[in-house]
């Protein structure tokens, strides 16, 4: 028997999914271990072990595959505990790193202060040397003021550097020979250069990326060295993959070249698992939502895969490299209740995380949250939360509803719990019209796929919210990314600036672009040993004098061909769907800006167990009934609770019903209707 | 009417779902528009507002434009009683009925519930052209309005879903681009988006309970603002500051003063004051001297507090016709947002000895410029806003340093800085320098904001800078033994080695290729006495270059060993006269 298994590291809880060859599957959890990580997965794999009755030893050398999501990256930057790090630039510019662009966020808050800086303006140090935005040198490298620089990092015990010059996306050859004078005086830096990073124009977005991949570079690498050992000393002589920001896999190596490409690898692994789930309804798109202690995800499927950004945030810091579209508000089970000067009701962003908790937990949390609300309403049972391996106290959850909610709105205490559960289910929906509505795309044409501990008790009331009819819930909510990461691709993204008039670029010039970049993606997928590879060509490309650009994807025969004008017909459609207008008959020319490829190396994914079939009568697994609040009715009644481990497909769950499972528990509202497909989803849709 | 039971929770709802609609409206015009001040410098508001043009929510990107919606709205609602119909849509820039500034022109789409106007959804945006003498708008010879702008009173451009293309063309045939022609069509756009979500709302919850709640809302936020004014003692506080020449006559100066009453929980901001209006273009129109006002005090209280017309309640402000700040019909005012730093000032001197703990000390000034001309490279003009060489520092707080190369305080960090590449893509110039000004921020236990200096060599020939502002006469103050941030300016070294400094209201014409354009936007000004900065941090930015040795010494009492930046413990002490 042999084992395949998924481990998602989050700030709280490592999930794990185990996949076996007969097919079975199962989810775990365990606490995460901050301090060392690899210690947590190690207790994932023994509790693994454990529910298959097996010795550790046994179980790690019969698993062929880990595939790993680690929120190493992420905890390095918004704990400032990166490597101390310098960035050699061009001299004029250095400052660009921290002034962001002259932002502040909150702009009626003067005690806003700005992020402070990976690197220290000390550590920025200037060289002499220019490359034009045309790629031609007008001042050559000061290979003298690189050699001074080198002096400044060893002094200042600098163990990691970023190199960004201007211009390098056009000619790279100033960063190569800065890169070369560094890595040959001061062998054991990490660097990270920007033409190596993201050869991509916009000077502020490269160099913010560099230097965070130069932040985090030693310590993804030291990480990966330390699990990979840990794992080799538990047994393990299987394949591990590392989770990306982009959706797809890579194996630890590539990972420590580019570390950056695994700072919100957390949550990536999500809507893959989702798309698989959704297709069992027919569908190859879904909105996600992933509810957890302190943050709420949400992402959009289409086509199967979430969309990609490079604009993306980490703590206040642009990171350019693609990763999915994610959106991610303060909103989870620990999301604090309380009452605004004005005396509004509101939820979050503020969490009691793990510790203290909420109030029901018992660790010395004594504000609200929403898991004490969901208590309060009936929808936990105290003795059966974690099945049962956490006692929740009703007592405390009450009380402290009744000290900061509800008294000072004059409710009653369970009104107070039930206007709490409906403001952080309005909260949720926006996060939900973030990613559709503000992108022009109406909710209601989505099905909702609902994930995270605490999301399948609020599914049903965000999507009443958003009038969305449809609702999955997977077997593996709550540990939807872990699985996710079984079925992902090995991947890699590729991209080149050219900025030209889309019209005036030689057709060689571009198919050679695609080429290179294509080419160092088959080195790579080769080295990971891929089997089937796939790349994907788009093309950024903008009006002129736009300022936005919209990445359009095109087949490589186009490119081959050349064919300007076919592209252009592409882009004058997709522009018009995305913003409602085009600019065909004006004939405003266009502007290439950037090329990109990505090159996928295709895995074949376990296939996810089908549940067998079974009646539509579900009363065989009905458990016993608990008074909860019904809020289309506004008042409590006795509901019927399943147990939501011996679902069978085909089993409907009228609602309000609870089912019971012991990492999850789902609430069926009145108003829908829940039935258990093949895939092991309960379906859930608005009765009629 | 029986007036629905006010559902505390359903409030919160509505309050959020007001956000979200207005957010939408406000992206739908960013990733429409054409113009880079709207798209990328996003010099533009949004908002829905009730029947009576009272505000519900806005997204506001420059707070300057973000109070200059609703009088315009209160307007037309009552000039139109009895003649506004679904489907209609107005326009209007006019300063003469509560508009803020001619190029910022707004459109307004009322909302009906069946046959009942139930609200207005409204977006404004700064057009790159609005007709009159100069193109662009900034026109530093106008004495009149006639010789800034094509003046627009609210007018109907749809009327119950029609275009009306006489209306139409009336107007854009006196604008010079066509860009605007589209941008209008995206702030039309921006409407609808608001008009169908409100619209989905009333559906969902009942137009009643929208109405009801509406009125919780406002006196949610009401409320929080009079806690906050209730904080400030009791009584009449006076400020003034100064502005800088009008654009006509050199060296003229002109005062704003502001008499600030605070009783029980209500705050009254009188300009009266305050000198007459000047002669050329730089003049305060109500509504944008308004606005400064507002976004200055709000900057003093809970940043929480949701904007909408509750907020605005408790405060009063006063501005009489004929002066500085509310110039008569029919005087040039499209200067009249950049009276927003001294107007803000003016506000802070009153209010800073009577609640220390929530001011700012003064900030950087704008002084802007604008480069146009033929790119070689493209064979193709260009405009470029430098906004990477306008933002300076803000002042420190009691308890925090300003905010570095943040920008004027009427946008407050909501205009970005130009991509470096990108700038030298789209114009002809070459950027040899934009950093951290040294020992720019003034000096204090809380220092200012640093201010920036840009330096880039002027490609192709012909070109013209413009230059509009302020801050090169007179420094952002300190408060409480801290000193004051340093002075805007402006020059061009040509090619011949001749330096021309540009006057805070310049055009200047005919700049040759290799000519190096020098700007300094200078830092806030600081807070608290600069002996008692720690000496570490003092320090720390000595080695981070952005204070020099001799300001470490003289302004800051902290003495350093020049080659390697150790503290110079026994001289430190001296200079303090306190041990380290």
Same mark, same amino acid.
């Given at each position: 028997?042999?084992?395949?298994?998924?481990?998602?590291?989050?700030?709280?809880?490592?999930?794990?999914?185990?996949?076996?060859?007969?097919?079975?599957?199962?989810?775990?959890?365990?606490?995460?271990?901050?301090?060392?990580?690899?210690?947590?997965?190690?207790?994932?794999?023994?509790?693994?072990?454990?529910?298959?009755?097996?010795?550790?030893?046994?179980?790690?050398?019969?698993?062929?595959?880990?595939?790993?999501?680690?929120?190493?990256?992420?905890?390095?930057?918004?704990?400032?505990?990166?490597?101390?790090?310098?960035?050699?630039?061009?001299?004029?510019?250095?400052?660009?790193?921290?002034?962001?662009?002259?932002?502040?966020?909150?702009?009626?808050?003067?005690?806003?202060?700005?992020?402070?800086?990976?690197?220290?303006?000390?550590?920025?140090?200037?060289?002499?040397?220019?490359?034009?935005?045309?790629?031609?040198?007008?001042?050559?490298?000061?290979?003298?003021?690189?050699?001074?620089?080198?002096?400044?990092?060893?002094?200042?015990?600098?163990?990691?550097?970023?190199?960004?010059?201007?211009?390098?996306?056009?000619?790279?050859?100033?960063?190569?020979?800065?890169?070369?004078?560094?890595?040959?005086?001061?062998?054991?830096?990490?660097?990270?250069?920007?033409?190596?990073?993201?050869?991509?124009?916009?000077?502020?977005?490269?160099?913010?990326?560099?230097?965070?991949?130069?932040?985090?570079?030693?310590?993804?690498?030291?990480?990966?060295?330390?699990?990979?050992?840990?794992?080799?000393?538990?047994?393990?002589?299987?394949?591990?993959?590392?989770?990306?920001?982009?959706?797809?896999?890579?194996?630890?190596?590539?990972?420590?070249?580019?570390?950056?490409?695994?700072?919100?690898?957390?949550?990536?692994?999500?809507?893959?698992?989702?798309?698989?789930?959704?297709?069992?309804?027919?569908?190859?798109?879904?909105?996600?939502?992933?509810?957890?202690?302190?943050?709420?995800?949400?992402?959009?499927?289409?086509?199967?895969?979430?969309?990609?950004?490079?604009?993306?945030?980490?703590?206040?810091?642009?990171?350019?490299?693609?990763?999915?579209?994610?959106?991610?508000?303060?909103?989870?089970?620990?999301?604090?209740?309380?009452?605004?000067?004005?005396?509004?009701?509101?939820?979050?962003?503020?969490?009691?995380?793990?510790?203290?908790?909420?109030?029901?937990?018992?660790?010395?949390?004594?504000?609200?949250?929403?898991?004490?609300?969901?208590?309060?309403?009936?929808?936990?049972?105290?003795?059966?939360?974690?099945?049962?391996?956490?006692?929740?106290?009703?007592?405390?959850?009450?009380?402290?509803?009744?000290?900061?909610?509800?008294?000072?709105?004059?409710?009653?205490?369970?009104?107070?719990?039930?206007?709490?559960?409906?403001?952080?289910?309005?909260?949720?929906?926006?996060?939900?019209?973030?990613?559709?509505?503000?992108?022009?795309?109406?909710?209601?044409?989505?099905?909702?796929?609902?994930?995270?501990?605490?999301?399948?008790?609020?599914?049903?009331?965000?999507?009443?919210?958003?009038?969305?009819?449809?609702?999955?819930?997977?077997?593996?909510?709550?540990?939807?990314?872990?699985?996710?990461?079984?079925?992902?691709?090995?991947?890699?993204?590729?991209?080149?600036?050219?900025?030209?008039?889309?019209?005036?670029?030689?057709?060689?010039?571009?198919?050679?672009?695609?080429?290179?970049?294509?080419?160092?993606?088959?080195?790579?997928?080769?080295?990971?040993?891929?089997?089937?590879?796939?790349?994907?060509?788009?093309?950024?490309?903008?009006?002129?004098?736009?300022?936005?650009?919209?990445?359009?994807?095109?087949?490589?025969?186009?490119?081959?061909?050349?064919?300007?004008?076919?592209?252009?017909?592409?882009?004058?459609?997709?522009?018009?769907?995305?913003?409602?207008?085009?600019?065909?008959?004006?004939?405003?020319?266009?502007?290439?800006?950037?090329?990109?490829?990505?090159?996928?190396?295709?895995?074949?994914?376990?296939?996810?167990?089908?549940?067998?079939?079974?009646?539509?009568?579900?009363?065989?697994?009905?458990?016993?009934?608990?008074?909860?609040?019904?809020?289309?009715?506004?008042?409590?009644?006795?509901?019927?609770?399943?147990?939501?481990?011996?679902?069978?497909?085909?089993?409907?769950?009228?609602?309000?019903?609870?089912?019971?499972?012991?990492?999850?528990?789902?609430?069926?509202?009145?108003?829908?209707?829940?039935?258990?497909?093949?895939?092991?989803?309960?379906?859930?849709?608005?009765?009629? | 009417?029986?007036?629905?039971?006010?559902?505390?929770?359903?409030?919160?709802?509505?309050?959020?779902?007001?956000?979200?609609?207005?957010?939408?409206?406000?992206?739908?015009?960013?990733?429409?528009?054409?113009?880079?001040?709207?798209?990328?410098?996003?010099?533009?508001?949004?908002?829905?507002?009730?029947?009576?043009?009272?505000?519900?929510?806005?997204?506001?990107?420059?707070?300057?434009?973000?109070?200059?919606?609703?009088?315009?709205?209160?307007?037309?609602?009552?000039?139109?009683?009895?003649?506004?119909?679904?489907?209609?849509?107005?326009?209007?820039?006019?300063?003469?009925?509560?508009?803020?500034?001619?190029?910022?022109?707004?459109?307004?789409?009322?909302?009906?519930?069946?046959?009942?106007?139930?609200?207005?959804?409204?977006?404004?945006?700064?057009?790159?052209?609005?007709?009159?003498?100069?193109?662009?708008?900034?026109?530093?010879?106008?004495?009149?309005?006639?010789?800034?702008?094509?003046?627009?009173?609210?007018?109907?451009?749809?009327?119950?879903?029609?275009?009306?293309?006489?209306?139409?063309?009336?107007?854009?045939?006196?604008?010079?681009?066509?860009?605007?022609?589209?941008?209008?069509?995206?702030?039309?756009?921006?409407?609808?988006?608001?008009?169908?979500?409100?619209?989905?709302?009333?559906?969902?919850?009942?137009?009643?309970?929208?109405?009801?709640?509406?009125?919780?809302?406002?006196?949610?936020?009401?409320?929080?603002?009079?806690?906050?004014?209730?904080?400030?003692?009791?009584?009449?506080?006076?400020?003034?500051?100064?502005?800088?020449?009008?654009?006509?006559?050199?060296?003229?100066?002109?005062?704003?003063?502001?008499?600030?009453?605070?009783?029980?929980?209500?705050?009254?901001?009188?300009?009266?004051?305050?000198?007459?209006?000047?002669?050329?273009?730089?003049?305060?129109?109500?509504?944008?001297?308004?606005?400064?006002?507002?976004?200055?005090?709000?900057?003093?209280?809970?940043?929480?507090?949701?904007?909408?017309?509750?907020?605005?309640?408790?405060?009063?402000?006063?501005?009489?016709?004929?002066?500085?700040?509310?110039?008569?019909?029919?005087?040039?005012?499209?200067?009249?947002?950049?009276?927003?730093?001294?107007?803000?000032?003016?506000?802070?001197?009153?209010?800073?000895?009577?609640?220390?703990?929530?001011?700012?000390?003064?900030?950087?000034?704008?002084?802007?410029?604008?480069?146009?001309?033929?790119?070689?490279?493209?064979?193709?003009?260009?405009?470029?806003?430098?906004?990477?060489?306008?933002?300076?520092?803000?002042?420190?707080?009691?308890?925090?340093?300003?905010?570095?190369?943040?920008?004027?305080?009427?946008?407050?960090?909501?205009?970005?800085?130009?991509?470096?590449?990108?700038?030298?893509?789209?114009?002809?110039?070459?950027?040899?320098?934009?950093?951290?000004?040294?020992?720019?921020?003034?000096?204090?236990?809380?220092?200012?904001?640093?201010?920036?200096?840009?330096?880039?060599?002027?490609?192709?020939?012909?070109?013209?800078?413009?230059?509009? $502002?302020?801050?090169? &006469?007179?420094? #952002?103050? @300190?408060?409480? =033994?801290?000193?004051?941030? !340093?002075?805007?300016? /402006? %020059?061009?070294?040509?090619?011949?080695?001749?330096?021309?400094?540009?006057?805070?209201?310049?055009?200047?014409?005919?700049?040759?290729? $290799?000519?190096?354009? &020098?700007?300094? #936007?200078? @830092?806030?000004? =600081?807070?608290?006495?600069? !002996?008692?900065?720690? /000496? %570490?941090?003092?320090?720390?930015?000595?080695?981070?270059?952005?204070?020099?040795?001799?300001?470490?010494?003289?302004?800051?009492?902290?003495?350093?060993?020049?080659?390697?930046?150790?503290?110079?413990?026994?001289?430190?002490?001296?200079?303090?006269?306190?041990?380290?």
């Amino acid at each position: 028997m042999s084992f395949k298994v998924g481990i998602d590291v989050g700030g709280t809880f490592t999930d794990l999914f185990l996949w076996a060859e007969d097919g079975s599957v199962g989810s775990f959890k365990v606490l995460s271990t901050p301090q060392d990580p690899s210690l947590g997965v190690l207790d994932g794999i023994r509790l693994m072990a454990e529910a298959r009755g097996m010795p550790v030893a046994d179980f790690a050398r019969a698993t062929s595959l880990i595939v790993h999501g680690t929120t190493v990256a992420t905890n390095a930057v918004l704990t400032r505990s990166g490597a101390p790090t310098a960035l050699i630039t061009t001299e004029g510019v250095r400052d660009a790193l921290e002034m962001r662009r002259g932002i502040r966020e909150r702009q009626y808050d003067n005690r806003f202060q700005n992020v402070v800086p990976l690197v220290p303006r000390r550590l920025r140090i200037p060289v002499t040397g220019r490359i034009d935005f045309r790629g031609e040198e007008t001042a050559p490298l000061d290979l003298g003021s690189v050699g001074r620089a080198t002096e400044t990092l060893r002094r200042d015990g600098v163990t990691s550097v970023a190199i960004c010059f201007m211009h390098s996306y056009a000619n790279a050859a100033h960063e190569r020979a800065a890169a070369a004078l560094v890595r040959q005086t001061l062998p054991g830096l990490f660097t990270s250069v920007s033409s190596e990073v993201l050869p991509v124009i916009r000077f502020y977005d490269r160099v913010s990326t560099t230097v965070l991949n130069a932040y985090v570079g030693p310590v993804v690498k030291g990480y990966m060295q330390n699990l990979t050992s840990r794992l080799a000393g538990a047994g393990f002589a299987g394949v591990l993959l590392i989770m990306q920001s982009n959706g797809g896999l890579a194996v630890p190596a590539a990972t420590e070249r580019l570390p950056a490409s695994t700072l919100l690898s957390g949550p990536a692994g999500g809507p893959r698992a989702a798309a698989v789930f959704a297709s069992a309804q027919g569908r190859d798109d879904c909105i996600l939502v992933d509810m957890g202690g302190t943050s709420f995800d949400a992402s959009l499927v289409r086509h199967g895969a979430a969309a990609l950004r490079h604009d993306g945030e980490i703590d206040r810091l642009r990171i350019a490299l693609p990763m999915l579209d994610i959106s991610t508000i303060g909103a989870g089970g620990g999301s604090i209740g309380w009452i605004d000067e004005g005396g509004l009701l509101r939820m979050g962003p503020a969490s009691a995380g793990a510790l203290p908790g909420p109030a029901c937990y018992g660790r010395g949390g004594e504000r609200p949250t929403s898991t004490d609300a969901n208590l309060v309403l009936g929808y936990l049972d105290p003795a059966y939360f974690a099945g049962g391996r956490l006692k929740l106290d009703v007592t405390a959850a009450h009380s402290a509803i009744e000290v900061h909610i509800a008294r000072p709105l004059s409710l009653s205490t369970e009104e107070a719990a039930a206007g709490m559960y409906r403001v952080i289910n309005s909260n949720m929906a926006n996060g939900v019209r973030e990613i559709t509505v503000k992108r022009g795309l109406d909710p209601r044409e989505f099905p909702l796929l609902v994930a995270g501990g605490a999301g399948p008790l609020h599914a049903c009331m965000i999507a009443t919210e958003l009038d969305i009819p449809t609702v999955i819930i997977p077997y593996a909510a709550s540990t939807l990314c872990a699985t996710g990461m079984l079925l992902c691709d090995l991947q890699h993204d590729f991209v080149r600036s050219c900025v030209e008039p889309l019209g005036a670029i030689g057709r060689e010039r571009l198919r050679s672009l695609v080429d290179e970049m294509a080419a160092e993606g088959r080195r790579q997928l080769e080295a990971e040993g891929a089997g089937t590879i796939e790349n994907q060509v788009a093309l950024d490309l903008r009006y002129l004098k736009q300022y936005h650009e919209v990445t359009l994807p095109v087949t490589p025969e186009l490119i081959a061909a050349g064919d300007w004008p076919a592209i252009a017909e592409l882009f004058h459609a997709e522009h018009d769907r995305l913003y409602g207008y085009q600019l065909k008959a004006e004939g405003t020319g266009l502007e290439l800006i950037n090329v990109r490829v990505r090159s996928l190396g295709r895995t074949r994914p376990p296939a996810l167990p089908r549940y067998p079939r079974g009646g539509a009568d579900a009363s065989e697994i009905r458990k016993g009934s608990r008074r909860a609040f019904v809020p289309e009715s506004g008042s409590f009644a006795e509901v019927p609770v399943y147990d939501g481990h011996r679902l069978m497909a085909g089993n409907v769950i009228r609602g309000p019903a609870l089912l019971e499972r012991t990492d999850t528990t789902v609430f069926v509202s009145a108003a829908y209707t829940g039935e258990v497909d093949e895939a092991g989803s309960v379906v859930l849709k608005a009765s009629q | 009417m029986m007036k629905p039971k006010t559902d505390k929770v359903l409030a919160a709802i509505i309050g959020n779902a007001f956000k979200a609609i207005t957010d939408e409206m406000s992206l739908t015009l960013e990733k429409t528009t054409r113009s880079p001040i709207l798209c990328e410098a996003k010099d533009f508001v949004t908002g829905l507002y009730d029947a009576e043009g009272r505000m519900l929510e806005q997204t506001e990107n420059l707070p300057i434009l973000s109070f200059s919606l609703s009088p315009v709205c209160k307007h037309i609602a009552e000039r139109f009683r009895g003649e506004v119909y679904p489907g209609d849509v107005f326009f209007h820039n006019d300063v003469f009925s509560f508009g803020n500034q001619n190029n910022d022109v707004a459109a307004f789409k009322p909302v009906f519930s069946g046959e009942t106007l139930v609200g207005w959804a409204a977006a404004k945006g700064h057009q790159a052209d609005i007709g009159g003498a100069v193109r662009g708008g900034y026109n530093p010879n106008a004495t009149e309005v006639w010789q800034e702008a094509l003046r627009i009173p609210a007018v109907k451009v749809y009327e119950r879903g029609r275009l009306r293309r006489d209306v139409w063309e009336l107007i854009f045939a006196n604008i010079r681009l066509p860009i605007v022609e589209e941008d209008m069509r995206a702030e039309i756009g921006a409407c609808t988006v608001g008009e169908r979500r409100l619209l989905s709302l009333i559906d969902k919850y009942g137009l009643d309970a929208i109405l009801a709640h509406k009125e919780y809302l406002f006196e949610a936020s009401r409320k929080m603002m009079e806690a906050e004014i209730a904080r400030i003692p009791q009584g009449e506080y006076f400020g003034e500051s100064t502005v800088y020449y009008d654009g006509k006559n050199e060296g003229s100066t002109f005062k704003i003063r502001v008499r600030v009453k605070v009783e029980d929980r209500h705050i009254t901001f009188d300009y009266s004051q305050s000198d007459p209006q000047t002669k050329g273009f730089v003049n305060g129109t109500y509504t944008s001297s308004a606005s400064a006002t507002i976004l200055t005090f709000l900057q003093m209280v809970n940043p929480d507090i949701p904007h909408n017309d509750g907020m605005l309640q408790p405060i009063e402000i006063v501005i009489p016709e004929g002066t500085i700040l509310n110039a008569a019909y029919p005087a040039a005012t499209t200067f009249g947002n950049h009276l927003c730093p001294p107007n803000a000032d003016a506000i802070i001197r009153a209010l800073a000895p009577v609640i220390p703990e929530r001011v700012t000390a003064g900030w950087n000034q704008l002084l802007c410029s604008l480069s146009t001309g033929l790119n070689p490279h493209r064979n193709d003009t260009y405009v470029d806003i430098l906004f990477m060489g306008l933002k300076g520092g803000s002042g420190a707080m009691r308890d925090c340093d300003g905010y570095d190369h943040i920008g004027m305080i009427d946008a407050s960090g909501g205009v970005l800085d130009q991509d470096y590449e990108m700038f030298e893509h789209t114009t002809p110039h070459t950027l040899i320098k934009h950093e951290y000004l040294r020992d720019s921020g003034g000096a204090g236990r809380q220092r200012g904001g640093l201010g920036v200096e840009t330096i880039y060599r002027v490609g192709g020939d012909a070109t013209q800078i413009v230059a509009f $502002g302020d801050g090169d &006469v007179e420094p #952002a103050f @300190g408060l409480d =033994g801290a000193t004051v941030g !340093t002075l805007n300016k /402006i %020059e061009l070294h040509y090619p011949d080695g001749r330096i021309l400094t540009a006057k805070s209201k310049d055009l200047i014409s005919g700049v040759p290729a $290799g000519t190096v354009y &020098v700007q300094h #936007a200078g @830092g806030g000004g =600081g807070y608290g006495p600069p !002996t008692e900065r720690p /000496i %570490e941090k003092v320090r720390q930015e000595v080695r981070d270059g952005i204070l020099s040795l001799e300001s470490a010494r003289d302004l800051y009492r902290v003495a350093l060993d020049p080659a390697t930046f150790e503290l110079l413990a026994e001289e430190t002490a001296r200079l303090r006269g306190t041990p380290v």
